[in-house]
Nanobody
Framework: VQLVESGGGLVQAGGSLRLSCTASVRTFSNYVMGWFRQAPGKEREFVAAISASGDSTYYADSLKGRFTISRDDAKNTVYLLMDSLKPEDTAVYYC?????????????????WGQGTQVTVSS
């Protein structure tokens, strides 16, 4: 399984970005999909997850209301819409996929990871 993120870039504080992650897998709809991020000098942290069915979503408490995860199984793609961006959202954002897990998965349960896409929010 390969995961390829896109959509990162430079944005001003208060702006929005939509990240995409496309998976090269036949059974995309079987996977729980997640987003994580890692800021410079910090550990990787959980951002959001969406169940295999798409019926359930889960967010880091600090990001609720600003970030929205969604998926389009016809396109093998998961999205992360980020609104009201802040400089502290600056990080490399990673897409991840978990084949078999409860929802939401623990970080160690994710089987596959993308290479990441840089998001930089200027003040």
């Amino acid at each position: 399984v390969q995961l390829v993120e896109s959509g990162g870039g430079l944005v001003q504080a208060g702006g929005s970005l939509r990240l995409s992650c496309t998976a090269s897998v036949r059974t995309f709809s079987n996977y729980v999909m997640g987003w994580f991020r890692q800021a410079p000098g910090k550990e990787r942290e959980f951002v959001a997850a969406i169940s295999a069915s798409g019926d359930s979503t889960y967010y880091a408490d600090s990001l609720k209301g600003r970030f929205t995860i969604s998926r389009d199984d016809a396109k093998n793609t998961v999205y992360l819409l980020m609104d009201s961006l802040k400089p502290e959202d600056t990080a490399v954002y990673y897409c991840s996929a978990a084949a078999y897990s409860d929802f939401p998965p623990f970080e160690w349960e994710y089987d596959y990871w993308g290479q990441g896409t840089q998001v930089t929010v200027s003040s």
